[in-house]
């Protein structure tokens, strides 16, 4: 039986690396071959980005020894193959040597794209892409790949000052991100084009506030994180939040320590841990360390509440001292604004209106203190 299994998955690892090989033999072999490339949008904003994407493509493939039909003559093919707009429709080797023949094509580029835009937490845009490139030989044998997910952590989406920038700087990175899964060498992959966001505050409560969002402190989240435990130093979570897609979560933890040999005896600091929901430790952001409290911290140290704005790369949380705003994507801390008195309850909120998004903090009744997203000066 033992015998049997390791056969089994001897064989299994021959298949794959049988299949790995093929695909790079595949690759290689288009080297010097004349090919036509077909872009096709799938949706409404995909649709001015096909010349954007032919042009990409057109930089790429001559990289990898490939003679890309020019763009006339690829036009003119992609109308009479018509049916290629359908993802699911299977070319034949006989339609391509019928229609690829006179200019001797020995290869389609084959290309579906699909892009989303609409508008970031400032003044400004944030895009997605997703590209299905496809390689396909005179023999109709097809090489394909789908570009990475994008809008997920470690591949954001892709921001810009107006719509068309930053959907072209999605559609450009989703091709490259294809390209490099099929095979094919991309000399100079686009990056993510990222927007700085600052928050300011307090500033006068926009006419729509609403309700502050539910608190989650789902404490069997708990285990996800490494928490402190040692005899006279322990970390107990006060609350914990779920990104909205729910790959993310944050587990804010109050650290106490004890030393009865020192003054204060007691020390206390806060932090978040963000991991995913896996357990595996992405971050983490202190917001106090465990030092002496100074004296302009009325509040208590401890993370009253916390929540993802709008997707995964944001965060925010509010301490009965400060508010505190991340970027976790870029791991760093954008904001950090200090209340005039100190908390001891407080839950947040989120709006966003047709110019602006706020932050808001529910402290009791009446309004609740409100804190401006902008678009800061510097994007990279």
Known sequence: MKNSRYVLIVLMMLTLLRLSTEAQIRTADWKGKRVAIAVFAQNGPAKSLEKSAQSRLESILPDNGMEVLDEKKASEMKNVWKRLEDPNYVLTAEEILATGSKDEIQGLVRVYLSADVQRGLADYFTA???????????????NAQT?????????????????NSALLNAAHRALD??????????????????VSVKLSGPVSSPAEVGAPHA??????LAKLAT?????????S???????????????????????????PP???GSRIHLVDTEGRRLNTFWCYEVV????????????????????????????????????????????????DRGLTKAALGFTAGSNSSYILVHIDRGQPLAYRLERAQDTR
């Open 128 to 142: 997605t892409a997703s590209a299905d490139v496809r390689l396909v030989d005179a023999n109709a044998r097809v």
């Open 147 to 163: 570009s990475e997910l994008m809008g997920m952590p470690r591949c954001p989406p892709s921001d810009g000052l107006t719509e």
């Open 177 to 194: 991100s294809a390209c490099a899964r099929v095979g094919l060498q991309v000399a100079d992959p686009v990056r993510a084009r990222t």
């Open 215 to 220: 608190k989650e402190n789902d404490l069997s």
């Open 227 to 235: 928490l402190e435990n040692k005899t006279w130093r322990k970390e």
């Open 237 to 263: 979570v006060t609350c914990t939040a779920k990104s909205p897609g729910g790959g993310l979560v944050a587990v804010a933890g109050c650290i106490t320590d004890i030393d009865m040999h020192r003054r």
């Open 266 to 268: 007691r020390m206390d």
């Open 292 to 339: 002496k409290k100074e004296t302009y911290e009325k509040g208590t140290r401890s993370v009253l509440d916390c929540m993802f704005i709008a997707n995964w790369r944001y965060l925010v949380a509010v301490t009965g001292c400060d508010l505190f705003f991340w970027d976790t994507e870029l791991g760093v801390q954008l904001a950090r604004l200090p209340f």
